[in-house]
């Protein structure tokens, strides 16, 4: 019973999340391929973290330094592809995609 409410929760986040990914990834306009691919790596670098949180293995232990060093990493991941520019928007094309 606790292992089908736990599987039903990572479910249930993981559904969330895509959400979230699927609205921003609409909003976006100008360079989102930067933006998603930054996104793509913050979201790698958490899952592990949190694959290792909750598979059970005892060779696997969550640790919150390790934890904490993988959300700034994330973060810097995710700040990078949010700023970046692809090579094929002028910073005028930008300027206005951000500015309706």
């Known amino acids: 019973m606790l292992r089908k409410v736990k599987s039903w929760l990572e479910d249930a986040l993981v559904k969330m ?21 930054g996104l793509l790596a ?22 919150l330094e390790v934890a904490i060093g993988a959300i700034v990493t994330a973060l810097a991941l995710f700040g990078l ?3 970046s520019r692809q090579k094929d928007v002028s910073s005028e094309q930008e300027l206005a995609a951000r500015n309706k």
């Open 17 to 37: 999340i895509i959400r979230k990914v699927i609205k921003r990834i609409e909003k976006m306009k100008g360079s989102w391929k930067t933006t998603v691919l």
């Open 42 to 63: 913050a979201l790698g670098v958490l899952f592990q973290q949190v694959a290792a949180a909750i598979d059970g293995d005892p060779a696997t232990v969550f640790s």
């Open 81 to 83: 592809g949010q700023q």
